[in-house]
């Protein structure tokens, strides 16, 4: 399976980090659980799973706070992702963006999940991915979203809203706590549960 997180200029760092260290040490726990068990690794084993950073071009970005990122793929070199994720920052740039925004509709028309994190959801609204279903963002955030995109039924005081192929989450530790959430769909329980044991990380299940 190949994971896409996009990034961008201002991405916030661990909007991108946070998910990207969940779903790597998923692929490394699924690959310690068969090995403990003494089981074959199946084709479409989570050990198998691919994460991609990916960005408009294979420049450094630079995260907000001023952390440079080292994007792996940029978009034309990106392969067909089955799980797209977007997470936040300052989202103006992107938003506006015709590359990046072409992008993120492309990748979510083949990808058979889509997500985002805190911000990222402007960008997905943006891309025309979300419509008129309910979906999250950062508290801060809530008021902004609603006046830009008033189709969409924006919810507050939820760390999470799972809408099945889309998946929005509000900010930095629902981000992952939503990744984890993703694992646990994708891989089962018993490998979300390891993965976040193995980062040291208290999971909350609810979303609410």
């Not at 072409?102 to 990808?111: F, K």
């Not at 991915?129 to 963002?137: E, F, R």
């Amino acid at each position: 399976m190949q994971i896409a997180i996009l990034a961008f200029d201002d991405v916030e760092a661990l909007d991108l980090a946070g998910p990207y260290e969940v779903f790597t040490t998923a692929a490394r726990m699924a690959q310690r659980l068969a090995t403990e068990a003494g089981q074959p690794l199946a084709a479409d084993s989570p050990a198998h799973w691919q994460v991609l950073c990916v960005a408009e071009t294979l420049r450094p970005v630079r995260a907000r706070a001023g952390m440079t990122l080292l994007p792996s793929h940029d978009f034309s070199q990106c392969p067909r992702p089955d799980l797209l994720l977007v997470p936040g920052g300052v989202v103006d740039a992107p938003s506006r963006s015709p590359a990046t925004l072409a992008w993120v509709q492309q990748a979510h028309e083949h990808a058979k999940l889509t997500a985002s994190v805190c911000t990222g959801a402007f960008i997905l609204a943006a891309a025309g991915v979300l419509h008129d279903q309910p979906v999250t963002t950062h508290w801060e955030d809530v008021a902004d979203l609603r006046q830009q995109h008033p189709s969409l039924k924006v919810q507050e005081g939820v760390r999470w809203v799972d809408q099945g192929r889309l998946i929005t989450s509000a900010g930095i530790s629902a981000g992952i706590d939503m990744s984890l959430h993703l694992v646990q769909r994708l891989g089962g329980q018993a490998l979300a549960e390891r993965t976040a044991r193995q980062m040291d990380y208290r999971w909350l299940k609810n979303p609410a």
